[in-house]
């Protein structure tokens, strides 16, 4: 079974329910707020869904449609539903290491006055604030929307991981404090 990568895997679920042309993804993507946890972009989408068909994890036709152009709707094959649940497994099976700008930051911090690193620090706090503001309306929302579970979790598990970050960050301030005697 060919290995397919996230953002392949965010494409393939798209079309897991139902054919759909490369506008139309841009609009779910849209729609569910896709861009708040995945890397699609709009120049991606074409990209990838030329490889899944590549890959013969979907199929393509063209669809006349009156007035307008053709387009290429696309429908995932029996190939591409195994891949996507094989994937899916090991998505939420494991916890993989990931990568953020913040920690090559923290690498860094003795180039910077201990003065300004607490200023960038309190920047953070602020810019995180506006962040858990958003998901905290967007789990509301959800919620009042009688989303599904799972729907719920794609705003709830960064909010509290964010939650939790920015105590770390304060106490880490107030080490930083103490430790320079700022």
């Known amino acids: 079974m060919p290995r397919i990568s996230d953002l392949e895997a965010a494409i393939l679920g798209l079309l897991y329910d139902e054919p759909q042309y490369g506008y139309q993804l841009e609009k779910t993507i849209e729609g569910w707020g896709m861009r708040n946890w995945t890397q699609i972009g709009f120049s991606s989408i074409y990209y990838v869904l ?68 607490v200023e960038c620090l309190e920047n953070y706090l602020e810019s995180a604030q506006g962040r858990i503001k958003f998901l905290e309306s967007s789990v509301k929302m959800q919620e009042e929307l009688d989303a599904p579970y ?30 320079e005697n700022l």
């Open 50 to 117: 030329k490889k899944l068909e590549k890959k013969e994890l979907v199929k393509s036709k063209l669809e006349k449609v009156e007035g307008k152009p053709s387009r290429k709707v696309f429908t995932i094959t029996d190939l591409g539903r195994n891949t996507m649940k094989e994937k899916l497994v090991d998505l939420i099976s494991w916890n993989k290491k990931l990568i953020n700008p913040f920690d090559l930051g923290l690498a860094y911090l003795n180039y910077l006055e201990p003065q300004k690193v």
């Open 150 to 179: 799972y729907v719920v979790a794609l705003f709830s598990r960064p909010l509290t991981s964010l939650k939790t970050e920015t105590e770390w960050v304060k106490k880490f301030i107030e080490k930083i404090k103490k430790e």
